[in-house]
């Protein structure tokens, strides 16, 4: 089997859905000429040319604005749209919570919305506070959007086929420090449903879910456990909205107790949500209330000492199993 | 019988090519537009429409103009004073009146209200409520019939405060930057909710603001529904042939408040007068009377025609029913 890239997974969906459907294209800033800031978009201009690989201005809430207005002609059109980062994609959080999520609703069905807004999101390196911040939680808090956040080169692969032949906004974040992480990709075509979940280790005394950058620090954290005889499972939702509810519960029911990471901040988050539906949905199989692992409730610092000491790790995965096993 | 004259002019409007049919056609919408409105500010005040209500009184030949330019196929958005587009679109008052009631015979079957209908059969994409969010969806509307290799243009309609913001110039810069095909008409209807364009925006030539992006542009009489539709037909033309957009301001005036809760007391009753004095039904209307296109009698029994359907439109609305709870949590996916 191929072993790529999350950035050379990422490429091979679009690259093949573009092939697949000649409705679909990608806009967005230094996608085309450049390759992608993040290399992501690498060889699609030259192989697409430009109407279909198209580098935009600087300019996130109007290209977002074009990329929905397009998909909402129903003719056919499947704008996947770069945000260089989720950071800048603030700015564009007006057309799409205001306007891509709600076309459908407001005009009773009468709209549909097949666009993509992808790009990493989440704390990178020494970026310093308005470059690292995880906004899955802003997201995934609107009716009308999908949000997906891929952990390996598989699923990133996978999960953005679904993500592009939908026919609704798909939020897909991804992560700048995880374009390089390797994995095994099968050739031929697969697809991984939106809202189906994953069981990236089985265990039995207790469940941590985690999501993107954090499934790496939750398997490291499991790891460690193991040396001590805690049996952990970590579950990925891959999905956050619609969540796959099912999985998580299945495996809470199992191992009677739970930890969610995440590397957003912890007021209002979707570990909060998660938390919540473990709590009043799983309540007599629960030994322990879940724990949550956040970074810190603090814009990110650029210092390297002061970023580490924001961030979920593998030691706090590890206490906070063992609160919740009372050991 | 009308007794012949001998015409020394030709009509205004004699190069445009419009039939009689389509003149009265045009007439027959502003005064449909305006008989709905004053009736949908009845039916505000009795209370059976409720949240805002954005009149267009006033302002009927821009949007009349500029519609009956357009082909079955173009695409037409709009910001939230929609209820006078959709009628020129050809939605029927019945729906239109059914929404603002909050019906489920609405167009968007009360789920949208009074600023977000919509009729994606007819190419009307709403409908928006938030000042300046909509254009760059007209821009991506042409982007798609362009990319696809479609001779279809889209009009974007907005209020000139929305050209204040950030995403409209953005919009036109790469409207320009892609050469699309759509053309954006600003509403000046002087005031952006209470507050005068001159408060609100430095310098005094609106349709300037598109010299920035290189963009053809211009003013019009938005009062004239016959100039509106001549200026139209040159920037359709334009984006059609060409794939280039334009940039129109549109010259009007809104007799009513911002929405039904204004009270208007940031202009005075003499400003209104003197724009009243220019209502763009009576003007046009004279010049039909004046041509032999239209005798009075003819009016008449149109008002009254139009009076009977807006009446029926408001039973309509008031015998249809409210939405089922059963549609809560429909539509929210595909």
């Given at each position: 089997m191929a072993v790529l890239q999350i950035r050379e997974a990422i490429n091979q969906a679009i690259d093949e859905e573009m092939e697949r459907d000649s409705g679909v294209f990608i806009m967005g800033e230094e996608v085309a000429q450049y390759n992608?800031?993040?290399?992501?978009?690498?060889g699609l201009w030259k192989k697409y040319g430009d109407k279909r690989v198209i580098d935009t201005p600087i300019t996130e809430a109007g290209f977002a604005g074009i990329g929905i207005g397009a998909a909402m002609t129903g003719i056919g059109i499947r704008p996947i749209v770069e945000m260089m980062t989720w950071n800048f994609a603030i700015l564009a959080f007006d057309q799409i919570m205001n306007h891509a999520a709600k076309a459908r609703y407001m005009s009773s069905g009468q709209f549909k919305v097949p666009i993509v807004f992808r790009g990493p999101n989440g704390p990178a390196h020494m970026l310093g506070a308005q470059h690292s911040q995880a906004l899955e939680s802003m997201v995934a808090h609107v009716p009308g959007l999908i949000v997906m956040t891929p952990s390996t080169p598989y699923d990133a692969k996978g999960m953005l086929k679904a993500a592009i032949r939908d026919d609704n906004p798909v939020i897909f974040m991804e992560s700048e420090l995880m374009y390089g992480v390797k994995g095994e990709v099968p050739e031929g075509e697969y697809i991984i449903p939106i809202g189906k979940g994953d069981i990236k280790r089985e265990g039995t005394d207790v469940t941590i879910i985690a999501w993107t950058k954090m499934v790496a620090v939750a398997l490291k954290a499991a790891e460690e456990l193991q040396k001590e005889g805690i049996s952990a499972e970590v579950i990925d939702p891959r999905t956050l909205r619609p969540l796959d509810e099912d999985l998580i519960l299945e495996s809470v029911r199992k191992t009677n107790r739970c930890v969610i990471v995440e590397d957003?901040?912890?007021?209002?988050s979707v570990g909060t949500e998660i938390a919540h539906r473990i709590h009043t949905k799983a309540f007599d199989d629960l030994d322990a209330p879940v724990e949550k692992i956040n970074s810190a409730d603090i814009p990110m610092p650029y210092a390297e000492n002061l970023e580490h000491a924001a961030l979920p790790t593998p030691e706090k995965v590890i206490a906070a199993v063992k609160k919740v096993l009372y050991r | 019988m009308k007794e012949e004259k001998k015409k020394t002019k030709q009509p205004?409007?004699?190069?445009?090519?419009?039939?009689n049919e389509k003149l009265i056609k045009m007439y027959r919408e502003m005064l449909l537009i305006r008989r709905f409105e004053e009736r949908a500010a009845q039916e505000y005040g009795k209370g059976k429409i409720g949240g805002f209500c954005h009149l267009y009184i006033g302002q009927e030949a821009t949007g009349v103009g500029a519609i009956a330019a357009?082909?079955?196929d173009d695409f037409i958005y709009t910001a939230y004073r929609d209820h006078g587009l959709a009628l020129a679109r050809g939605m029927e008052a019945n729906g239109c009146m059914a929404e603002l009631f909050g019906k489920?015979?609405?167009?968007?079957?009360?789920?949208?209200g009074s600023m977000h209908f919509y009729d994606l059969s007819k190419g009307f994409m709403g409908g928006w409520g938030i000042v300046g969010g909509h254009p760059p969806l007209a821009a991506g509307s042409a982007f798609a019939t362009k990319y696809q290799g479609k001779d279809s243009v889209t009009i974007c309609f907005m209020g000139e405060a929305s050209t204040n913001q950030g995403v409209f110039h953005e919009t036109l810069n790469m409207a320009q930057l892609w050469k699309l095909p759509v053309i954006f008409i600003?509403?000046?209807?002087?005031?952006?909710m209470g507050t005068a364009i001159s408060r609100a925006m430095a310098g005094e030539h609106l349709f300037e603001k598109a010299a920035g992006y290189e963009m053809a542009r211009g003013a019009v009489n938005g009062m004239d529904v016959i100039e509106m539709y001549r200026e139209m037909s040159v920037a359709i033309e334009r984006a059609r042939k060409e794939n280039l957009p334009t940039f129109l301001e549109a010259r009007t005036y809104r007799y009513r408040g911002h929405s039904m809760s204004d009270p208007g007391q940031y202009r005075t009753k003499e400003e209104i007068e003197e724009y009243k004095k220019r209502d763009p039904i009576e003007t046009f209307g004279r010049e039909l009377l004046d041509e032999g296109i239209l005798k009075e009698s003819d009016i008449e029994s149109m008002d009254d025609q139009i009076k009977i359907e807006v009446q029926k439109a408001v039973e309509f609305a008031d015998a249809s029913p409210q939405p089922s709870l059963d549609v809560l949590h429909e539509n929210i996916y595909a």
């Open positions: 992608g800031a993040y290399k992501v978009t690498q957003s901040w912890p007021f209002a | 205004r409007w004699t190069d445009l090519n419009l039939s357009l082909r079955e489920a015979t609405g167009v968007s079957k009360g789920i949208g600003c509403e000046n209807n002087g005031y952006g």
